[in-house]
């Protein structure tokens, strides 16, 4: 099973910008969806956004559409998430995640596909 570690989480103000960190074991972005998630305390894990495995084909939580933006270095077997114009409530732990098969040309947002996923990375946005 892949393995995935997360990092970049930190204390930022509200409107500045972070970019986090997901190194996987091994190289799976030609063969499984791969996504970012949240989640606050007190409320369900959310489903940010995601990369199809050979389309490429991203999608996005209308929650943060136009503020993040998911990206891979397959040299590095990394995937980022630039976040932009922090808001308070995007405070939460933030994890990435894998799974799926190599058909999906759009990986869905719901946490019940993937399989494997990091230990997360708090991100505290304050004013």
């Known amino acids: 099973q892949v393995q995935l570690v997360e990092s970049g989480g930190g204390s930022v103000q509200a409107g500045g910008s972070l970019r986090l960190s997901c190194v996987t074991s091994?190289?799976?972005?030609?063969?499984?969806?791969v996504a970012w998630f949240r989640q606050a305390p007190g409320k369900e894990r959310e489903g940010l956004g995601s990369?199809?495995?050979?389309?490429?084909?991203?999608n996005y939580a209308d929650s943060v559409k136009g503020r993040f933006t998911i990206s891979q270095d397959n040299t590095q077997n990394t995937m980022y998430l630039e976040m932009n114009s922090l808001q308070l409530d995007d405070t939460a732990m933030y994890y990435c995640a894998a799974g799926g098969l190599q058909y999906y040309t759009l990986c869905p947002l719901g946490a019940g596909l993937y399989s494997s996923w990091g230990q997360g990375t708090q991100v505290t946005v304050s004013s």
């Open positions: 091994t190289n799976i972005f030609s063969s499984k969806c």
């Open positions: 990369i199809a495995p050979r389309s490429r084909r991203e």
